[in-house]
């Protein structure tokens, strides 16, 4: 079975700083792909990031950028001048047309942006 | 824009009643997700349709059945509603499996 594990359920940083959320995977596929979603409180949640696995470039957009560690199974998220719009919960998630062509999420990490 | 919506923000039911949640999205897409939101478990998926009057099991479909007669629309019932299905649930869309699913904004449902 595939997992998703988020070591740090809580974070914080501060306005205008840098913070990286880690994600790890556990799969035996080689084709797949991995998602970053935020769910802001209160409000839906939307993509960030997604990455190819075939990809050996880092995805990025904007101010949001993955450090993607194939051979680690590591996928984190790295927010630059963090804002303070950032402040949410933020989901892993891994999905192979190979494994039942599901979505599997990791348990999610709170960010809190302080000003 | 993909636009998700949800029947309901809150909901309270008793145990033992018949619960409908249903989801509607506007972008035509094929597949549609039933998910629950608990603290420290993530999202885990309780049931997805490919087309309409399609639909698998998900991870936790033990307690819920769904239904698809519309592309559009995907509900979710609780046949019995029970306290551990008190819980966050999210619809989500796509256009295809691999790419971006489109959530709601979540059913809050407690059941007492």
């Known amino acids: 079975a595939q997992t998703v594990t988020q070591s740090q359920p809580e974070m914080s940083v501060q306005e205008a700083e840098t913070v990286t959320l880690s994600c790890t995977y556990d799969?035996?596929?080689?084709?797949?792909?991995l998602f970053w979603y935020k769910q802001p409180p209160s409000r839906q949640m939307i993509l960030v990031i997604r990455?190819?696995?075939?990809?050996?470039q880092n995805a990025t957009e904007n101010r949001f950028s993955v450090n993607f560690q194939k051979a680690a199974k590591s996928f984190s998220l790295k927010i630059s001048d963090s804002q303070l719009g950032d402040t949410a919960m933020y989901f892993c998630?891994?999905?192979?047309?190979?494994?039942?062509?599901?979505?599997?999420f990791g348990a999610g990490t709170i960010l809190r942006v302080k000003s | 824009d993909v636009k998700v919506t949800q029947s309901s923000r809150y909901l309270v039911k008793r145990t033992g009643e018949k619960v409908f949640l249903e989801c509607v999205q506007d972008?035509?897409?094929?597949?549609m997700f039933w998910y629950r939101q608990d603290p420290g478990l993530g999202l885990r998926l309780i049931y997805f349709?490919?087309?309409?009057?399609?639909?698998e099991k998900g991870d936790i479909p033990e307690g819920y059945s769904v239904s698809r007669e519309k592309k559009e629309r995907f509900s979710l019932i609780l046949e019995s509603a029970s306290t551990n299905q008190t819980s966050m649930y999210l619809c989500?869309?796509?256009?295809?499996?691999?790419?971006?699913?489109?959530f709601g904004p979540g059913t809050r449902l407690t059941v007492t």
């Open positions: 989500a869309s796509s256009l295809d499996r691999g790419l971006e699913q489109y």
């Open positions: 799969t035996s596929e080689n084709n797949y792909y």
């Open positions: 990455q190819e696995a075939y990809k050996q």
């Open positions: 998630a891994f999905f192979s047309m190979e494994y039942g062509n599901k979505l599997v």
């Open positions: 972008m035509d897409h094929e597949n």
């Open positions: 349709s490919y087309d309409v009057k399609m639909k």
